[in-house]
């Protein structure tokens, strides 16, 4: 199957949206993956993540925001970001009728997709690529009262270098959840999973270890 290029309604506005299938065999799931506060739709990091998804055997949306649309460097107000995620992931449910619906992205994109979780918006699964637990350089401005009422399965990843993500508050954030909630650490990753040289290993590695978790949880999905 070829992509496919979409120009997504919402409200009174647009966005762009590209769909790209497994690179092997039938989508074993569709995942909707958001761009963070910095990036966009073809940005590199949403570029690498969309090749380990789509290698794991995820169909892959990717998609801008509004205020990406207009060339804004601020991000839209919340509930607008997550109007758009929400209009996106619809249609695609409605042009793609995908066997199993996967939301998420990578940090301020993934934390839109999870508060839409947390009011109940229906997916099989929410999977969150460096999930912005706090601002850079200040732990005490949690952004995980939402993070309880969330009940559909949920993958996250982090990086133990993350200056947005202290394991430990995160370890204890992931503690007062009530749903399956799997959270992997990687191993000497930033948030954008960069790698130092140091580490003995590169930056594709990285991703290599995100899309054998992320088959490995889909998979356990059942």
């Not at 989508?27 to 990036?39: I, L, P």
């Not at 205020?67 to 249609?91: C, G, Q």
Request: proline content about 6%; charged content about 20%.
């Amino acid at each position: 199957m070829n992509d496919f290029r979409w120009t997504v309604p919402v409200g009174d506005e647009s966005a762009n949206a590209v769909y790209e299938p497994a690179t092997s065999g039938a989508d074993a799931a569709v995942f909707v993956c958001a761009h963070g506060a910095g990036g966009r739709m073809n940005d590199h990091g949403m570029l690498a993540t969309a090749r380990a998804m789509r290698a794991a055997g995820f169909g892959v949306v990717r998609f801008n925001f509004l205020y990406t649309e207009r060339k804004a460097r601020r991000p839209d107000p919340m509930p607008k970001l997550k109007e758009t995620a929400a209009a996106v992931a619809e249609f695609v449910r409605r042009e793609l009728s995908p066997g199993r619906l996967i939301i998420g992205g990578r940090s301020m994109g993934g934390r839109a997709f999870s508060m839409l979780a947390a009011d109940g918006f229906a997916a099989d699964g929410l999977l969150l690529l460096a999930y912005p637990l706090h601002p850079a350089g200040q732990p005490q401005k949690l952004r995980d009262a939402h993070l309880p009422s969330i009940v559909m399965p949920v993958l996250c990843f982090n990086g133990t270098r993350d200056a947005l993500c202290t394991p430990t508050l995160m370890e204890r954030a992931a503690g007062t959840v009530r749903c399956p909630w799997r959270m992997h650490w990687l191993e000497g990753a930033d948030h954008s999973f960069h790698v130092l040289k140091s580490s003995g290993r590169d930056d594709a590695a990285v991703m290599e270890e995100v899309a054998a978790v992320s088959r490995d949880w889909l998979a356990g999905l059942g």
